[in-house]
């Protein structure tokens, strides 16, 4: 880790406060060390040799989402967020992880057959420890448990996951026939979130790819995009996940890699660029071959692949928000597709005064401070 160049970018910043305006944990924390000017100078004063404050540098490194919106409001540019990251590698590659975190993610997350199996047997038990949450969505611990008790929502496993249904199995490249002539060979990237909790997002996606022509492909050996790990400062597992969905897409000879998720659309696009770019040219060859392919879903439907749906009569008298996901809007540039994609639907649309105001997901923070 070349600390020099992250003091450099931190040394870009003129301690002006501006960043605390945009900073959704600083609106709720009201501590200085919980804004991007405080955890920039925490970090310029650690990567410099200082210490004693290590208990709250790692709580303050903690709390921040890795939301972009200190980074895209700075009149200097200065990139917190990269900082932060580095901060968390460098905690990791020093202090190493509590071993919740190390198992979850050295064991669980970089495991092919682990976390399914897993999380197949959590989906049969969930309804004994978990309840319904009345009209939000997700569940709440039946028990005061620990993580999971103090009211904290929790996503509902699926009965079925996405990438275990009988005719997603079908479009694997192993089972897959010859493509269609002149049609548009998509590959479909589902990520953790739509292969475990949101399986009817990939079975949408899925359906639009049909109905735009593309021969779609779905590789069973996809894996996590590395991002949980990589947020949390485990870049070797992040990078070993990246590898191996690389190889696995380079497999289906696909124009194009489509996610509907735009965390897993970050990590595709941009982090596994970060991840490998010390490797020797061959391999950093065939990550840009491989993120020259990758799509959002939105910018697929509005450019390579038109969406032809039109109008639709029942929703004509609907009124739709959307919410910009931050790894989308601020990581991606992917804004005016979306919105593109509703109006071509016919539903109304009513926009936010805050449209990318972060959710509070991002980051790890949730699993930190709920």
Same mark, same amino acid.
């Given at each position: 880790?070349? %600390?020099? #160049? @992250?003091?450099?970018?931190?040394?870009? *910043?003129?301690? $002006? +406060?501006? =960043?605390? /305006?945009? !900073? &959704?944990?600083?609106?709720?924390?009201?501590?200085?060390?919980?804004?991007?000017?405080?955890?920039?100078?925490?970090?310029?004063?650690?990567?410099?040799?200082?210490?004693?404050? %290590?208990? #709250? @540098?790692?709580?303050?490194?903690?709390? *921040?989402?890795? $939301? +972009?919106? =200190?980074? /895209?409001? !700075? &009149?200097?540019?200065?990139?917190?967020?990269?900082?932060?990251?580095?901060?968390?590698?460098?905690?990791?590659?020093?202090?190493?992880?509590?071993?919740?975190?190390?198992?979850?993610?050295?064991?669980?997350?970089?495991?092919?057959?682990?976390?399914?199996?897993?999380?197949?047997?959590? /989906?049969?038990?969930?309804?004994?420890?978990?309840?319904?949450?009345?009209?939000?969505?997700?569940?709440?611990?039946?028990?005061?448990?620990?993580?999971?008790?103090?009211?904290?929502?929790?996503?509902?496993?699926?009965?079925?996951?996405?990438?275990?249904?009988?005719?997603?199995?079908?479009?694997?490249?192993?089972?897959?026939?010859?493509?269609?002539?002149?049609?548009?060979?998509?590959?479909?990237?589902?990520?953790?979130?739509?292969?475990?909790?949101?399986?009817?997002?990939?079975?949408?996606?899925?359906?639009?790819?049909?109905?735009?022509?593309?021969?779609?492909?779905?590789?069973?050996?996809?894996?996590?995009?590395?991002?949980?790990?990589?947020?949390?400062?485990?870049?070797?597992?992040?990078?070993?996940?990246?590898?191996?969905?690389?190889?696995?897409?380079?497999?289906?000879?696909?124009?194009?890699?489509?996610?509907?998720?735009?965390?897993?659309?970050?990590?595709?696009?941009?982090?596994?660029?970060?991840?490998?770019?010390?490797?020797?040219?061959?391999?950093?060859?065939?990550?840009?071959?491989?993120?020259?392919?990758?799509?959002?879903?939105?910018?697929?439907?509005?450019?390579?692949?038109?969406?032809?749906?039109?109008?639709?009569?029942?929703?004509?008298?609907?009124?739709?928000?959307?919410?910009?996901?931050?790894?989308?809007?601020?990581?991606?540039?992917?804004?005016?597709?979306?919105?593109?994609?509703?109006?071509?639907?016919?539903?109304?649309?009513?926009?936010?005064?805050?449209?990318?105001?972060?959710?509070?997901?991002?980051?790890?923070?949730?699993?930190?401070?709920?």
């Amino acid at each position: 880790m070349d %600390k020099s #160049a @992250y003091i450099m970018e931190a040394s870009k *910043c003129v301690r $002006c +406060g501006i =960043c605390k /305006s945009f !900073c &959704p944990t600083y609106d709720v924390l009201r501590r200085e060390g919980g804004s991007p000017r405080g955890r920039l100078s925490l970090v310029e004063s650690r990567f410099g040799g200082e210490g004693g404050f %290590k208990e #709250a @540098y790692v709580r303050h490194m903690k709390e *921040c989402t890795l $939301c +972009g919106a =200190c980074y /895209s409001n !700075c &009149p200097n540019g200065v990139n917190v967020p990269e900082l932060v990251l580095a901060a968390r590698a460098e905690i990791v590659e020093k202090e190493g992880m509590t071993f919740p975190a190390s198992f979850v993610l050295k064991n669980f997350l970089a495991s092919e057959k682990l976390m399914p199996l897993a999380l197949r047997f959590a /989906s049969k038990l969930q309804g004994l420890f978990f309840k319904g949450a009345g009209e939000e969505c997700g569940l709440l611990s039946r028990f005061n448990l620990p993580v999971v008790g103090d009211g904290r929502l929790l996503p509902e496993l699926s009965e079925r996951f996405f990438l275990d249904r009988k005719h997603v199995k079908a479009l694997s490249t192993e089972a897959r026939r010859e493509g269609k002539g002149g049609a548009a060979k998509v590959a479909f990237y589902a990520g953790c979130g739509i292969n475990y909790f949101l399986p009817d997002i990939g079975e949408a996606t899925i359906r639009l790819l049909k109905e735009g022509g593309a021969d779609i492909i779905v590789p069973q050996g996809q894996v996590c995009c590395g991002m949980p790990a990589f947020s949390a400062g485990d870049r070797e597992t992040a990078k070993s996940l990246a590898i191996k969905n690389i190889e696995a897409f380079e497999e289906t000879g696909a124009d194009f890699i489509v996610t509907s998720c735009a965390t897993c659309g970050h990590g595709l696009k941009n982090v596994f660029r970060v991840l490998l770019s010390t490797e020797g040219p061959e391999i950093r060859s065939r990550v840009e071959r491989f993120v020259s392919k990758v799509r959002d879903i939105t910018e697929l439907l509005t450019h390579e692949l038109p969406y032809k749906g039109g109008v639709k009569e029942g929703n004509r008298n609907l009124v739709v928000t959307y919410h910009d996901p931050c790894h989308l809007r601020r990581y991606q540039g992917v804004s005016e597709q979306p919105r593109r994609l509703l109006a071509a639907c016919g539903a109304g649309f009513k926009g936010l005064k805050h449209p990318c105001r972060c959710c509070g997901l991002g980051g790890g923070l949730s699993l930190e401070n709920y």
